[in-house]
Nanobody, 122 residues
């Protein structure tokens, strides 16, 4: 119900845009978020957006470099990533929260996409 795409290999300072297409029940989610997980590390919050009001939230580590947006007509959420750094290397997951209990914590999300790999070379 969540299909993430857009990952790849990019050099430091480069850009990528991730997409997450929602279908079924996830298309009416209150909050959509992006998380990432690097090998040996816990999954961490990256960004989130509400479907209705368009409020956005960012981790301090990506503030000013990443932009989350959505296209309600296409039921798709995007994560535009710029000025990428090697520490951004991770598998990126999109997630949907039906009730919006938490924007920053994984437990607040009900559905998860399959993940897309982002690798930033130095």
């Amino acid at each position: 119900q969540l299909q993430a795409s857009g990952g790849g290999l990019v050099q430091t300072g480069g850009s990528l845009r991730l997409s997450c297409a929602a279908s079924g029940r996830t298309s009416s989610s209150y909050v959509m978020g992006w998380f990432r997980q690097a090998p040996g590390k816990e999954r961490e919050f990256v960004a989130a957006i509400t479907w209705g009001g368009g409020s956005t939230y960012y981790a301090d580590s990506v503030q000013g470099r990443f932009t989350i947006s959505r296209d309600n007509a296409k039921n798709t959420v995007y994560l535009q990533m710029s000025d990428l750094k090697p520490e951004d290397t991770a598998t990126y997951y999109c997630a949907a929260s039906l009730a919006g209990l938490s924007t920053h914590m994984p437990w607040g999300y009900d559905y998860w996409g399959q993940g897309t790999q982002v690798t930033v070379s130095s």
